[in-house]
């Protein structure tokens, strides 16, 4: 039982490329998230998905897509990366009505 | 609006003694509180919550928190501290949907030996 498996652990991208971070559960869990962190700012929702086949904007949805392709898999895409996407993203997934979250391990991603 | 609040960015404690890491929150109905812990270039891990039922609640690694309705707050502790607690410590509240949490904006603990 892995889990929430984010790939990559690691990237670096110049202004304007594009990539998908991917995430996967296998715990059965409905809901899934997608947060990012920057230092003295928390934790904050880009975008969620409370089922399958549905997902929503979260505070800040700007710059970035989702994709939740089935249960286990909730993708978030960069069409067109700029230096202020330059952060820590973690996926998370939840029972829903659960409430907990249980978080991947993140993905680093600098921007130049 | 639901919303938490952590007073503190950081929280020094000696190894041994006793820890409080504080946590205020305002929502409207009943709270569904949560503590999390991050430990450095990891992803959170899930320590307790209270939903419901006695106000202290226990959790992980010999943690508890304690609910107090009439001062809004959900402060975690800790009687003995490890230098192996040092770590970000995240506070949550349940927002407004069902799907989505309200996160604190940390605070750090730092253990000294």
């Known amino acids: 039982n892995a889990g929430v498996t984010q790939t990559p652990k690691f990237q670096v991208l110049k202004t304007g490329q594009s990539m998908t971070l991917q995430c996967a559960q296998d715990?059965?869990?409905?809901?899934m998230y997608w947060y990012r962190q920057d230092p003295g700012m928390g934790l904050r929702l880009i975008y969620y998905?409370?089922?399958?086949?549905?997902?929503d904007k979260g505070e800040v949805p700007n710059g970035y897509n989702v994709s939740r392709l089935n249960k286990r898999e909730f993708s978030l895409r960069l069409e067109s990366a700029a230096p202020s996407q330059t952060s820590v993203y973690f996926c998370a997934s939840a029972l829903t009505r659960q409430y907990e979250q249980y978080f991947g391990p993140g993905t680093r991603l600098t921007v130049t | 609006a639901q919303s938490v609040a952590q007073p503190e960015d950081q929280v020094n404690v000696a190894e041994g003694n006793p820890l409080t890491v504080k946590c205020t929150y305002s929502v409207s109905g009943n709270p569904y509180l949560f503590w999390y812990v991050q430990y450095p270039n990891r992803g959170l891990q899930f320590l307790l919550k209270y939903i419901t039922g006695d106000n202290l609640v226990k959790g992980s690694y010999g943690f508890e928190a304690e609910f107090n309705k009439s001062q809004t707050s959900f402060h975690l502790k800790k009687p003995s501290a490890l230098v192996s607690d040092s770590a970000l410590y995240f506070c949550?509240?349940?927002?407004?949907?069902?799907?989505?949490?309200?996160w604190g904006a940390g605070t750090k603990l730092i253990i000294k030996p």
């Open positions: 715990m059965n869990h409905n809901s």
């Open positions: 949550a509240v349940r927002g407004g949907s069902n799907y989505q949490l309200i």
């Open positions: 998905s409370a089922s399958e086949g549905t997902t």
